[in-house]
């Protein structure tokens, strides 16, 4: 008997024969331990040959015979089959490995030895009563076209404060009492309030699982769901490969987040293997979102997704207006702040209400110059400059996490007039503080949140009125619901504007369209502010309006004329140097063998069907001290481009100080 093995690392399987005294009770799913090189690893089982005898095979001439596994550690299954099931879709579709993607699925310490342990949160005392309201007209329509099918995908497109999530709950009180769901969101900072109003309606039946717990919590909660004590599952991006047995529902919030993304190792869109799992489980999945990603609104006006549409708020409440700052006209009370700005907020606050204030960029200053010489500041081993923070008097890279410590003389021209440029969310920080020293301020980004259950603690203040004023970065403005939060602002809007990516106007029209939605849910009507040295972008004109019919209308014209998704379907093969003179000439050889591959000039794709563009020096060009370069293959045809990049990629990948990077679905080309 022999045995296919998978084990958490970047691999395919590797085949064992099985000794007889296991042969009766190992099954697929359950963990096994095998020799693995000098020592021994622990794996799934995803294969099981019974007819297979351990026999010699071949290798460069030489026999030798399968090793044999040395235990079976499951007596049942602890992996179910249709969680292999996505595990192994996953590893092939994003052409990666099925190892890489069982890693991503299982936690760890399954597999090393790790003892469980208990949540630090106790819901039974912290739980917050969330008053639900009768469902109004369209909330009910929608829950009836949901229930009316056992699965499918619906798109369930709602302005903010709609009471999209009334209509996760209540599909998930009418299924089965045997099924259960996945709900999925894309920041940790929103599960709190998502728990309370779960927790409400469904009780001890929810769990949260996400990487703000611990590692033996990780695996209580795992254990919990795969034993069935739970019926509801609220997570961010690795909950989708949660091991429920009988799923009847998976929802993803905010869909259009590009926080859904991996950007490392298994380079998944927890988005796109949600549909994939709704798919081989055959259950219906629902994606909820103001502010939809094109590809997925294009799906649903072409009859791909059910489309369902929320156009008002709960009550009737009306969206808040929102302004747009000329910041090249305005009185400017500081960098950061215009007069107007700053007096709303102290009218707000005068008036008893609450603020939500985004700057998506952390970090007291994104330059740190000197202006006797122009010398900035880049990281040694990134191609980027690095963030000056203030509170740790530190120059940071936000892409290796490295830092160095400033010195009071230019390193260049010995001058001493080092001055810091633009803002971040620590020198919005300290504006405020000046400025209206009255103002209970808490700030919330990845700093300030990298204690455990922070970001649990800041939005139980915000509920409890004890902060006036929320500032972060682009965490603040997902998913949350302050009903007296009744200005909400972008202090720049032009750190959205201006990425080199085609998505770039797809990304600031919903983070924009989206903070403004946080403000005026309550009793007050609410105002939005917008802050730009740009302000004749097209983007405004919509958000403005708060019109994504319109802005959608827009730009999928211009993704059509430049043959960009959803009319075409990307890959992106991203090549690492160590040294950038061998960058240089093995790129001109990969080059060449492209070009054989797909003679046809790029544009054309007569032979092909397929345009490659580059290869080219990636935009942010060198990150830990590898130089980037990368292609990109565009295609109508899905099956095509992934052969043609499996043709590019596997001559490549034995290649010696080369790191090859795949990224299927990219959801930006920096």
């Given at each position: 008997m022999n045995v296919d093995i998978l084990f958490p690392i970047n691999a395919q399987s590797f085949t064992y024969g099985v000794p007889k005294e296991f042969q009766d009770h190992i099954k697929v799913g359950c963990r096994v331990r095998a020799p693995f090189k000098k020592g021994s690893k622990v794996g799934i089982a995803v294969r099981i040959d019974r007819d297979g005898a351990i026999h010699p095979r071949a290798r460069g001439g030489k026999t030798f015979t399968l090793k044999k596994i040395t235990e079976v550690m499951d007596d049942e299954p602890l992996v179910p089959e249709n969680l292999l099931k996505l595990v192994l879709w996953a590893g092939q579709y994003y052409l990666s490995s099925s190892g890489l993607a069982l890693k991503n699925a299982v936690p760890g310490a399954f597999f090393t030895g790790r003892k469980a342990g208990k949540p630090r949160i106790t819901y039974d005392s912290d739980i917050r009563k969330k008053e639900f309201f009768e469902l109004n007209r369209e909330q009910k329509a929608a829950l009836a076209a949901i229930n009316s099918s056992e699965n499918g995908v619906f798109l369930l497109h709602g302005v903010t404060g709609s009471g999209k999530t009334a209509v996760y709950i209540e599909t998930i009180r009418s299924l089965p009492d045997d099924r259960q769901a996945i709900v999925l969101v894309p920041e940790i900072a929103i599960t709190a309030q998502m728990i309370d109003r779960f927790r409400a309606s469904f009780d001890s039946g929810v769990v949260f699982y996400h990487s703000g717990i611990s590692v033996g919590e990780r695996i209580t909660q795992w254990q919990k769901i795969?034993?069935?004590?739970?019926?509801?599952?609220?997570?961010?991006?690795?909950?989708?490969?949660?091991?429920?047995?009988?799923?009847?529902?998976?929802?993803?919030?905010?869909?259009?987040?590009?926080?859904?993304?991996?950007?490392?190792?298994?380079?998944?869109?927890?988005?796109?293997?949600?549909?994939?799992?709704?798919?081989?489980?055959?259950?219906?999945?629902?994606?909820?979102?103001?502010?939809?990603?094109?590809?997925?609104?294009?799906?649903?006006?072409?009859?791909?997704?059910?489309?369902?549409?929320?156009?008002?708020?709960?009550?009737?409440?009306k969206l808040p207006p929102v302004k747009i700052i000329d910041m090249t006209k305005a009185e400017k009370e500081s960098f950061s702040f215009s007069k107007e700005l700053l007096d709303v907020l102290r009218e707000n606050i005068s008036g008893g209400h609450q603020s939500l204030l985004m700057l998506n960029r952390r970090g007291y200053s994104p330059f740190f110059m000197c202006t006797d010489c122009g010398h900035t500041y880049k990281c040694p081993t990134c191609s980027i400059t690095l963030i000056y923070h203030k509170d740790t008097n530190t120059l940071n890279c936000h892409y290796c996490n490295s830092h160095l410590n400033p010195l009071d003389l230019c390193p260049v021209c010995k001058g001493s007039k080092i001055t810091c440029l633009g803002a971040g969310t620590q020198r919005v920080e300290e504006e405020l503080k000046k400025f209206l020293p009255e103002l209970s301020l808490q700030r919330m980004d990845r700093d300030s949140t990298r204690k455990k259950l922070s970001h649990h603690r800041i939005i139980r203040q915000m509920e409890d009125r004890k902060i006036d004023l929320l500032l972060g970065t682009q965490m603040v403005a997902k998913g949350h619901d302050f009903a007296d939060v009744t200005v909400s602002a972008v202090v720049s809007a032009d750190v959205a504007l201006n990425l080199p990516d085609f998505r770039s106007a797809e990304r600031a029209f919903q983070l924009f369209t989206q903070l403004a939605g946080r403000a005026g849910r309550g009793d007050v009507t609410g105002r939005a502010y917008i802050q730009t040295y740009e302000p004749e972008h097209y983007v405004f004109d919509f958000v403005r309006g708060h019109d994504y019919e319109a802005f959608y209308r827009k730009e999928i014209e211009l993704r059509k004329e430049l043959s960009y998704p959803p009319f075409t379907k990307l890959i992106r093969v991203i090549l690492s140097f160590r040294n950038k003179d061998d960058a240089v000439s093995r790129i001109k050889s990969i080059s060449n063998r492209i070009k054989k591959m797909n003679p046809s000039p790029a544009g054309k794709g007569k032979r092909t069907g397929i345009e490659v563009l580059g290869p080219a020096p990636a935009p942010v060009e060198k990150i830990r001290s590898l130089w980037r370069w990368h292609l990109i293959l565009k295609g109508k045809d899905a099956k095509q481009i992934r052969q043609m990049a499996v043709s590019i990629f596997d001559p490549l990948k034995n290649l010696k100080d080369v790191k090859i990077d795949i990224d299927v679905d990219p959801v930006n080309l920096l």
């Amino acid at each position: 008997m022999n045995v296919d093995i998978l084990f958490p690392i970047n691999a395919q399987s590797f085949t064992y024969g099985v000794p007889k005294e296991f042969q009766d009770h190992i099954k697929v799913g359950c963990r096994v331990r095998a020799p693995f090189k000098k020592g021994s690893k622990v794996g799934i089982a995803v294969r099981i040959d019974r007819d297979g005898a351990i026999h010699p095979r071949a290798r460069g001439g030489k026999t030798f015979t399968l090793k044999k596994i040395t235990e079976v550690m499951d007596d049942e299954p602890l992996v179910p089959e249709n969680l292999l099931k996505l595990v192994l879709w996953a590893g092939q579709y994003y052409l990666s490995s099925s190892g890489l993607a069982l890693k991503n699925a299982v936690p760890g310490a399954f597999f090393t030895g790790r003892k469980a342990g208990k949540p630090r949160i106790t819901y039974d005392s912290d739980i917050r009563k969330k008053e639900f309201f009768e469902l109004n007209r369209e909330q009910k329509a929608a829950l009836a076209a949901i229930n009316s099918s056992e699965n499918g995908v619906f798109l369930l497109h709602g302005v903010t404060g709609s009471g999209k999530t009334a209509v996760y709950i209540e599909t998930i009180r009418s299924l089965p009492d045997d099924r259960q769901a996945i709900v999925l969101v894309p920041e940790i900072a929103i599960t709190a309030q998502m728990i309370d109003r779960f927790r409400a309606s469904f009780d001890s039946g929810v769990v949260f699982y996400h990487s703000g717990i611990s590692v033996g919590e990780r695996i209580t909660q795992w254990q919990k769901i795969r034993s069935g004590e739970v019926r509801v599952v609220i997570g961010v991006r690795s909950a989708v490969f949660a091991p429920f047995t009988n799923l009847g529902l998976i929802v993803i919030d905010e869909e259009q987040e590009s926080s859904y993304k991996q950007f490392e190792g298994l380079r998944y869109n927890a988005r796109d293997v949600a549909l994939a799992r709704a798919q081989i489980e055959d259950t219906k999945i629902v994606l909820g979102t103001a502010t939809p990603s094109l590809e997925v609104f294009y799906n649903a006006q072409t009859g791909k997704f059910r489309y369902l549409k929320l156009t008002s708020r709960i009550d009737d409440k009306k969206l808040p207006p929102v302004k747009i700052i000329d910041m090249t006209k305005a009185e400017k009370e500081s960098f950061s702040f215009s007069k107007e700005l700053l007096d709303v907020l102290r009218e707000n606050i005068s008036g008893g209400h609450q603020s939500l204030l985004m700057l998506n960029r952390r970090g007291y200053s994104p330059f740190f110059m000197c202006t006797d010489c122009g010398h900035t500041y880049k990281c040694p081993t990134c191609s980027i400059t690095l963030i000056y923070h203030k509170d740790t008097n530190t120059l940071n890279c936000h892409y290796c996490n490295s830092h160095l410590n400033p010195l009071d003389l230019c390193p260049v021209c010995k001058g001493s007039k080092i001055t810091c440029l633009g803002a971040g969310t620590q020198r919005v920080e300290e504006e405020l503080k000046k400025f209206l020293p009255e103002l209970s301020l808490q700030r919330m980004d990845r700093d300030s949140t990298r204690k455990k259950l922070s970001h649990h603690r800041i939005i139980r203040q915000m509920e409890d009125r004890k902060i006036d004023l929320l500032l972060g970065t682009q965490m603040v403005a997902k998913g949350h619901d302050f009903a007296d939060v009744t200005v909400s602002a972008v202090v720049s809007a032009d750190v959205a504007l201006n990425l080199p990516d085609f998505r770039s106007a797809e990304r600031a029209f919903q983070l924009f369209t989206q903070l403004a939605g946080r403000a005026g849910r309550g009793d007050v009507t609410g105002r939005a502010y917008i802050q730009t040295y740009e302000p004749e972008h097209y983007v405004f004109d919509f958000v403005r309006g708060h019109d994504y019919e319109a802005f959608y209308r827009k730009e999928i014209e211009l993704r059509k004329e430049l043959s960009y998704p959803p009319f075409t379907k990307l890959i992106r093969v991203i090549l690492s140097f160590r040294n950038k003179d061998d960058a240089v000439s093995r790129i001109k050889s990969i080059s060449n063998r492209i070009k054989k591959m797909n003679p046809s000039p790029a544009g054309k794709g007569k032979r092909t069907g397929i345009e490659v563009l580059g290869p080219a020096p990636a935009p942010v060009e060198k990150i830990r001290s590898l130089w980037r370069w990368h292609l990109i293959l565009k295609g109508k045809d899905a099956k095509q481009i992934r052969q043609m990049a499996v043709s590019i990629f596997d001559p490549l990948k034995n290649l010696k100080d080369v790191k090859i990077d795949i990224d299927v679905d990219p959801v930006n080309l920096l």
